[in-house]
T-cell receptor, first 113, second 116 residues
Framework: DGGITQSPKYLFRKEGQNVTLSCEQNLNHDAMYWYRQDPGQGLRLIYYSQIVNDFQKGDIAEGYSVSREKKESFPLTVTSAQKNPTAFYLC????????????FGSGTQLSVL | DQQVKQNSPSLSVQEGRISILNCDYTNSMFDYFLWYKKYPAEGPTFLISISSIKDKNEDGRFTVFLNKSAKHLSLHIVPSQPGDSAVYFCAARAVGGGTSYGKLTFGQGTILTVHP
């Protein structure tokens, strides 16, 4: 079954700690995205990558970092500089020419201890 | 600056009736619109989309209407079913290529509850 796998489903972060959220896809999609969802708000774009070894900041990139060393993988690191990290994080991917139809993973809920 | 707005946080509808979810946008550069459906603790799934060159797109029980002059789109679900209960997000893409291609701007979402 093709799809997007996010892990872990739940993650807790201690103050001052960096944590990394995993996102893997076997859809052979070129583009991958990280969104953040807060209660009562829409999804906000953190980072995106159109091809391997290239990525761009989204609307709320501060306090986050990403890498795209492989087509299948787009991990997101929430650094200690992100002062309000508690949110639901969603990874998505899209094939070229699919006219913006994003496929989403099942998400990771990050909470601060 | 909220470029895509869903002003109704929630909507309650009786099973079998019509559900109408609304979405307004401010950016005249948006040329493609999508609706996503999301269940709790899951990722959104694509529902239906419409290009700015059309004013209506239909897929089974779901129809999206676009009024470009009013910068308004709506999703109609007829007939509504209890399984339709979820959060619905509208999203928009701006014209342009390069590094902005593929970015979607989402609304805040509307919680739809369909009562049996």
């Amino acid at each position: 079954d093709g799809g997007i796998t996010q892990s872990p489903k739940y993650l807790f972060r201690k103050e001052g700690q960096n944590v990394t959220l995993s996102c893997e896809q076997n859809l052979n999609h070129d583009a991958m995205y990280w969104y953040r969802q807060d209660p009562g708000q829409g999804l906000r774009l953190i980072y995106y990558s159109q091809i391997v070894n290239d990525f761009q900041k989204g609307d709320i990139a501060e306090g986050y970092s990403v890498s795209r060393e492989k087509k299948e993988s787009f991990p997101l690191t929430v650094t200690s500089a992100q002062k309000n990290p508690t949110a639901f994080y969603l990874c998505a991917s899209r094939s070229q020419g699919s006219n913006e139809k994003l496929f989403f993973g099942s998400g990771t809920q990050l909470s601060v201890l | 600056d909220q470029q895509v707005k869903q002003n109704s946080p929630s909507l309650s509808v009786q099973e079998g009736r019509i559900s109408i979810l609304n979405c307004d946008y401010t950016n005249s550069m948006f040329d493609y619109f999508l609706w996503y459906k999301k269940y709790p603790a899951e990722g959104p799934t694509f529902l239906i989309s419409i290009s700015s060159i059309k004013d209506k797109n239909e897929d089974g029980r779901f129809t999206v209407f676009l009024n470009k002059s009013a910068k308004h789109l709506s999703l109609h679900i007829v007939p509504s079913q209890p399984g339709d209960s979820a959060v619905y997000f509208c999203a928009a893409r701006a014209v342009g290529g390069g590094t902005s291609y593929g970015k979607l701007t989402f609304g805040q979402g509307t919680i739809l509850t369909v009562h049996p």
